[in-house]
């Protein structure tokens, strides 16, 4: 009878841990880069836009005269992605409008091919340096909110406070001198139409990502962060989805 059960336990344990390792195999990992501005490669999958653009693109508003620009630089750690620029309230010489928006900027990823299924995580993670202001970080899902008619993407968006000079990490036991962890819940975008917050009960689809974005304002962000005109400059290493729970 001891030997019965001891080829019975050996059986039990042996099936214990075939199932242990076949639910490792399908649990995705607890991380998982979602872009990584270690090359010059990665600039080809981004693009930036400003009110210079709404302007132009826009018939009823004047050009704005913000810039930007996106490259990757060797930032004293090895290779990052550099987001800088200039934001300006002013307008083209010449206008004959009142421009209705002014003093942005932003960086946003080409359309994924296909969607990115980020179901299996509940946090964004973005690796930065900044420089005090406030950022916002979108992202854009397949268009289920809007009406049907509309052909832009669904965005979700969620500020990130980058101090300047005095860093910390949020949500982390661990530090890494001069760098900031913003690390967002899903939970905590907000869907937003053209930059307003859509005043609903709403749930986003994280199966159905298709692009995220960083951008700035002149105007606008938390209580302590630098804000009003002038230059812009944060360093970015990579972002990540996370799984916490």
Request: aromatic fraction near 12%; charged fraction near 20%.
């Amino acid at each position: 009878m001891s030997r019965f059960r001891a080829l019975w336990q050996a059986s039990l344990n042996a099936t214990k841990k075939a199932l242990t390792s076949n639910l490792d195999d399908l649990m995705p990992p607890s991380e998982r880069y979602i872009f990584n501005f270690n090359s010059k490669e990665e600039l080809k999958r981004w693009h930036l836009y400003s009110d210079s653009e709404y302007g132009a693109a826009t018939i009823m508003s004047d050009a704005g005269l913000s810039s930007a620009s996106l490259e990757i630089a060797d930032v004293g750690n090895g290779l990052s992605g550099v987001f800088s620029g200039n934001l300006s309230l002013d307008v083209a010489e010449g206008s004959k409008w009142n421009i209705t928006r002014s003093g942005f900027c932003g960086m946003r990823s080409k359309k994924f091919a296909g969607f990115i299924d980020l179901d299996s995580y509940d946090t964004i993670a973005l690796k930065l340096r900044g420089d005090g202001r406030c950022y916002i970080s979108t992202i854009y899902t397949e268009n289920w909110v809007n009406s049907p008619g509309q052909q832009e993407d669904n965005s979700w968006q969620a500020f990130i406070f980058v101090p300047k000079d005095n860093w910390y990490i949020k949500k982390a036991s661990f530090i890494y001198l001069n760098l900031l962890f913003g690390i967002i819940p899903l939970a905590h975008y907000l869907p937003t139409w053209r930059g307003n917050v859509i005043d609903a009960e709403l749930e986003m689809n994280p199966s159905r990502v298709v692009g995220m974005s960083l951008s700035v304002n002149a105007e606008g962000g938390v209580p302590g962060a630098r804000s009003g005109p002038g230059d812009f400059r944060v360093e970015i290493d990579w972002i990540k989805a996370l799984r916490t729970q």
